[in-house]
T-cell receptor, first 111, second 114 residues
């Protein structure tokens, strides 16, 4: 079946550090890939997406590249801020509108 | 433009009680969804709707019912609440796109079943 695996958190970083959150997927067919972010006390909001292989999604300094050969969609940011502290979810869809989520990775950024 | 709103924000129920969670969206989206979020499990789809008057089961539908009488509203019902239904419930909506478009989420309803 289709599934998403994320690295376990929490990920704890100092401000201005480099961030990587790993995400790999299993899918039959050609998935679309998403990163959603959940700030404390809020619902999820789309951070970025990629709908075909080698596409790079980017937003707010975050980037992720759709790698079909390694079935990965790792999230990166060159310099994190305290305001980036949140839970990050990797997700996919395969020819439907039903999202399949990973378990989420909590990021904590300290000044 | 309020986006997706959910009512109530927080609720405490006793085992066996019933309640209805309301989701409303003002973006004219065809599709609506109900998810539950539990620690260590991400979000799981309970039920969804592809249009007014239609509903379908998701990954974890047992113990829940839904209705979509109006395009902008999607109701989630618990007929006889159980402690296993303690969770945070999120509603979302989207345009039909074969999975390529964004889902927009509400702020969530925190439910505690004692």
């Amino acid at each position: 079946g289709n599934s998403v695996t994320q690295m376990e958190g929490p990920v704890t970083l100092s401000e201005e550090a480099f961030l990587t959150i790993n995400c790999t997927y299993t899918a039959t067919g050609y998935p679309s890939l998403f990163w959603y972010v959940q700030y404390p006390g809020e619902g999820l909001q789309l951070l970025l997406k990629a709908t075909k292989a080698d596409d790079k999604g980017s937003n707010k300094g975050f980037e992720a590249t759709y790698r079909k050969e390694t079935t990965s969609f790792h999230l990166e940011k060159g310099s994190v801020q305290v305001s980036d502290s949140a839970v990050y979810f990797c997700a996919l869809t395969v020819n439907t509108d039903k999202l399949i989520f990973g378990t989420g990775t909590r990021l904590q950024v300290f000044p | 433009n309020a986006g997706v709103t959910q009512t109530p924000k927080f609720r405490v129920l006793k085992t066996g009680q019933s309640m209805t969670l309301l989701c409303a969206q003002d973006m004219n989206h065809e599709y609506m969804y109900w998810y539950r979020q539990d620690p260590g499990m991400g979000l799981r789809l309970i039920h969804y709707s592809v249009g007014e008057g239609t509903t379908a089961k998701g990954e974890v539908p047992d113990g829940y019912n839904v209705s979509r009488l109006k395009k902008q509203n999607f109701l989630l019902g618990l007929e006889s609440a159980a402690p296993s239904q303690t969770s945070v419930y999120f509603c979302a909506s989207s345009y039909p796109s074969g999975g390529r478009e964004t889902q927009y989420f509400g702020p969530g309803t925190r439910l505690l079943v004692l």
